[in-house]
């Protein structure tokens, strides 16, 4: 395993990372970091958890500390655009975290907020601008900013961005953009007809992947309990009261009323819940995020927009309270728990109508739940069934029924592993 300072990396970044106690990079790390400060462009497909956020954020650092001089007015040197708010404001923490001992400028465009005070700091310009696709177009037009001297471009959870409608959008983002750019789309999942879109935006780039497209986290304890849809939220409810393992959780439904309805149901049960979701002000949403994270609220109740934006520690259990509509956002949803190699508990709650979305969900991941009526599934070929060569050489409880995945502890926490090696995030 190579170190940080193997990589070639600014020595202001290395001790950054030192700072934070960051030694060793992540798989996704040790392949994505070399390959963007040799200039390719980079399609990478890594779990949640593994690190994707650093492993381009140290390149574009590395890249302004070499570059050197200040951004021209209403430009913005590097763009990283991003499928949620929550993981905009995450991605900007983490640029700051590790550019600690650089003068770098970093500024945050998003929607949900007042346009005014990103204006103004899009007219001193920005070394790296982390954006969201709409509200980036809105500065965009109205002249607020332009691209025509940004270097580097990052579409993070790729599939996302062009999976939920974003495709015209990023179209004319792009376009914007210097041609002899460098591109890296980066993410959990890149089914193959988002491979097709990606393609259109990258130029040879090289394919790293760390493990096999849509595939689970090992650690991570999977469970689908058969409930009638009239008894969810009794059938939920029990299970975060009855189990003293359920530390801090986050439970998903598929619509912002539903995340509402299910919200108000534990809150009656005494329990510390709070929803987020699109209807909620970005200042909302971001409030209830910090109390989550400061235990001051035990249960987030969550529409999938904050299945791509929420990095916390310690989360120790997942509900689906309803299966998403598309299967890789199984793997993206379970991905909020066990991460930075801790193990956790994903618990699924399966209506009879929601059958067909648990057989997609057990086809994605190779695995079967063994509930009654259930096909075994057929293991999906690798890295969504085509594309390249991974390395390209020049560039408890009854009623459940689990795959046997993470273990639990000796306390019947589900949550062993909370020490050893601190990965770069």
Same mark, same amino acid.
């Given at each position: ?80 655009? #991003? $499928? ?84 015209? #959008? ?17 993410? #959990? ?26 595939? $689970? ?6 469970? !689908? ?20 393992? !359920? ?19 534990? !809150? ?49 259990? !997942? ?31 399966? #209506? $009879? ?28 070929? $690798? ?43």
């Amino acid at each position: 395993m190579k170190q940080f300072n193997e990589l070639g990396l600014a020595e202001p970044i290395l001790r950054a990372l030192t700072d934070q106690k960051y030694t060793e990079p992540t798989p996704i790390q040790t392949q994505v970091i070399p390959a963007m400060l040799d200039g390719h462009d980079i399609v990478g497909i890594a779990q949640t958890g593994t690190g994707k956020t650093a492993a381009f954020v140290l390149p574009i650092l590395n890249y302004l500390a070499q570059e050197g001089g200040r951004p021209a007015p209403k430009t913005c040197r590097s763009l990283i655009v #991003a $499928p949620t708010r929550e993981l905009a404001v995450q991605i900007a923490d983490n640029v700051r975290k590790y550019s600690k001992h650089m003068r770098i400028s970093c500024t945050v465009v998003m929607g949900g907020v007042k346009p005014g005070p990103q204006i103004k700091g899009l007219s001193r310009g920005v070394d790296i601008l982390v954006a969201t696709p709409g509200r980036l177009l809105d500065h965009m037009s109205t002249g607020a900013l332009n691209l025509s001297s940004t270097g580097i471009v990052i579409l993070d959870e790729a599939d996302q961005m062009l999976d939920m409608g974003f495709i015209p #959008a990023i179209r004319k983002i792009m376009a914007k953009v210097p041609k002899d750019r460098q591109t890296a789309l980066l993410s #959990a999942t890149m089914p193959k007809p988002i491979r097709a879109l990606a393609a259109d935006f990258l130029t040879d780039p090289v394919e790293i992947s760390v493990a096999p497209t849509a595939t $689970p986290i090992e650690l991570i304890e999977q469970k !689908v309990m058969a409930v009638a849809m009239a008894d969810k939220r009794h059938v939920l409810t029990k299970l975060i009261v009855e189990d003293d393992s !359920v530390d801090r959780a986050i439970v998903f439904t598929r619509t912002k009323h539903g995340a509402d309805r299910v919200t108000k149901h534990l !809150v009656q049960a005494g329990l510390k819940a709070e929803a987020i979701h699109g209807n909620k002000s970005q200042n909302q949403r971001q409030r209830t995020l910090n109390g989550f994270k400061e235990g001051k609220v035990q249960i987030l109740v969550a529409t999938d927009v904050a299945a791509r934006g929420i990095d916390i520690p310690d989360v120790s259990h !997942v509900f689906n309270f309803e299966l998403p509509n598309v299967p890789e956002s199984y793997v993206h949803r379970i991905g909020r728990t066990a991460r930075a190699g801790k193990s956790g508990v994903a618990i699924s709650l399966c #209506a $009879p109508d929601e059958k067909p979305l648990l057989r997609d969900i057990e086809r994605t991941i190779g695995k079967s739940f063994g509930l009654p009526g259930m096909d075994a599934p057929r293991q999906r070929k $690798p890295n969504g069934g085509g594309g390249r060569p991974q390395n390209k050489p020049h560039r408890g409880k009854p009623g459940f029924k689990g795959n046997g995945g993470g273990k639990r502890s000796s306390e019947g926490s589900g949550r062993s592993g909370r020490g050893g090696q601190r990965r770069a995030a």
